[in-house]
């Protein structure tokens, strides 16, 4: 071979080789990273968990979810932060998170015995599910879907039954709510902010007397431990949904999305029954280790009721909830009592 062919030879490889295409990499899994306060190994979590391995399935591994349980990334407000950050891409939070970002949230859980059964809550959710799902994408989020951990209840270091004795009482209060804070202190009640994880140290310090939650958190907690006495008064459901940041979410295959959605609003419908029958079941379980159950009759609910009306919600409107989202509560419970005229379930 003569050295004029051997150049040729070279030269032609190199031509092809240029004008070959790169070899094709396998594109990176869009990561949604995902924090909440519910402890790990809890019934959210194992469902959150459950939505992580459907998304991987459904999307052949082209979505990965991780959960960060336990509060790890903050509270509400730090992991609100966190996700306008970037940090974390979504979060499954209680409405006092959600209520940072659309401030109409609180009007579903913020308003104490607004709701008389879970029946007139998922009637008043459905109706305001549209309008909800628009707030968060104005604000660059989506709102995958909703759920509920039960009734609020107190639990106190001493009985409790009537507002006049909470108001002797030291109360825990989410941190990083002020106008909740403001409305509480205006009604005559002394509230004390901390975050989730200090409530068992103040109930033993003495910092805070009562802390209202549901019954599976106070399980999980061991909130009996140090509050032995539960008024059983259906206070207020404690309100979540699960959040992603429109930025990731738009990073998935749009023809995927609509399969995610439908699988995260099925694991959201059960988390919710769920969160329901375990707030019974927890209630039964503290009992067996001395929690004492305060019933509440006609004329003590009354009683509660009457001062939520007087003292509380008029100063919530147009502070911790709009006029117009209170006034579309009320006439959506009314729409909803005069077909159900016999009553709740």
């Given at each position: 071979?003569?050295?004029?062919?051997?150049?040729?030879?070279?030269?032609?490889?190199?031509a092809?080789?240029?004008?070959?295409p790169?070899?094709?990499?396998?594109?990176?899994?869009?990561?949604i990273?995902i924090?909440?306060?519910a402890?790990?190994?809890?019934?959210?979590?194992?469902?959150?968990?459950?939505?992580?391995?459907?998304w991987?399935?459904?999307?052949e591994?082209?979505?990965?979810?991780?959960?960060?349980?336990?509060?790890?990334?903050?509270?509400?407000?730090?992991?609100?932060?966190?996700?306008?950050?970037?940090?974390?891409?979504?979060?499954?939070?209680?409405?006092?998170?959600?209520?940072d970002?659309?401030?109409?949230?609180?009007?579903?859980?913020?308003?104490?015995?607004m709701?008389?059964?879970?029946?007139?809550?998922?009637?008043?959710?459905?109706k305001?599910?549209?309008?909800f799902?628009?707030?968060?994408?104005?604000?660059?989020?989506?709102?995958?879907?909703?759920?509920?951990?039960?009734?609020?209840?107190?639990?106190?270091?001493?009985?409790?039954?009537?507002?006049?004795?909470?108001?002797?009482?030291?109360?825990?209060?989410?941190?990083?709510?002020?106008?909740?804070?403001?409305?509480?202190?205006?009604a005559?009640?002394?509230?004390?902010p901390?975050?989730?994880?200090?409530?068992?140290?103040g109930?033993?310090?003495?910092?805070?007397?009562?802390?209202?939650?549901?019954?599976?958190?106070?399980?999980?907690?061991?909130?009996?431990?140090?509050?032995?006495?539960?008024?059983?008064?259906?206070?207020?459901?404690?309100?979540?949904?699960?959040?992603?940041?429109?930025d990731?979410?738009?990073?998935?295959?749009?023809?995927?999305?609509?399969?995610?959605?439908?699988?995260?609003?099925?694991?959201?419908?059960?988390?919710?029954?769920?969160?329901?029958?375990?707030?019974?079941?927890?209630?039964?379980?503290?009992?067996?280790?001395?929690?004492?159950?305060?019933p509440?009759?006609?004329?003590?609910?009354?009683?509660?009721?009457?001062?939520?009306?007087?003292?509380?919600?008029?100063?919530?409107?147009?502070?911790?909830?709009?006029?117009?989202?209170?006034?579309?509560?009320?006439?959506?419970?009314?729409?909803?009592?005069?077909?159900?005229?016999?009553?709740?379930?």
């Amino acid at each position: 071979m003569t050295t004029r062919s051997l150049l040729t030879i070279l030269l032609t490889a190199t031509a092809l080789s240029l004008l070959s295409p790169p070899p094709i990499q396998a594109a990176r899994p869009v990561r949604i990273n995902i924090g909440t306060l519910a402890p790990r190994g809890s019934s959210v979590h194992k469902s959150l968990m459950t939505l992580s391995s459907e998304w991987k399935k459904i999307s052949e591994g082209k979505v990965k979810v991780v959960i960060y349980p336990d509060g790890t990334q903050g509270g509400e407000a730090d992991m609100v932060r966190l996700m306008r950050i970037g940090s974390l891409q979504g979060g499954a939070l209680t409405s006092i998170g959600l209520a940072d970002i659309v401030k109409e949230i609180g009007g579903l859980q913020g308003l104490p015995l607004m709701f008389d059964s879970y029946a007139e809550l998922d009637y008043v959710n459905e109706k305001m599910k549209t309008l909800f799902k628009k707030r968060f994408d104005e604000k660059g989020f989506v709102l995958l879907f909703w759920a509920d951990a039960g009734w609020i209840h107190f639990f106190s270091k001493e009985k409790m039954t009537t507002p006049t004795d909470l108001k002797k009482m030291k109360m825990f209060l989410w941190a990083g709510d002020p106008a909740h804070a403001k409305v509480v202190k205006n009604a005559g009640y002394r509230g004390i902010p901390l975050e989730t994880a200090e409530i068992q140290t103040g109930l033993q310090t003495g910092l805070i007397d009562v802390a209202d939650m549901p019954p599976i958190f106070a399980l999980a907690a061991q909130i009996d431990a140090r509050a032995k006495h539960m008024l059983a008064l259906n206070w207020a459901p404690l309100l979540g949904g699960l959040i992603v940041k429109k930025d990731a979410w738009n990073k998935i295959p749009t023809k995927t999305r609509a399969a995610l959605l439908e699988a995260a609003e099925t694991i959201g419908a059960e988390m919710r029954a769920n969160n329901r029958k375990e707030s019974v079941e927890a209630i039964k379980a503290m009992e067996k280790r001395g929690l004492i159950v305060h019933p509440v009759d006609a004329a003590t609910a009354k009683i509660w009721r009457t001062e939520c009306e007087k003292s509380v919600y008029p100063q919530m409107i147009d502070h911790s909830i709009p006029k117009s989202t209170f006034e579309t509560i009320q006439t959506l419970l009314g729409e909803y009592k005069k077909d159900h005229p016999k009553g709740n379930e």
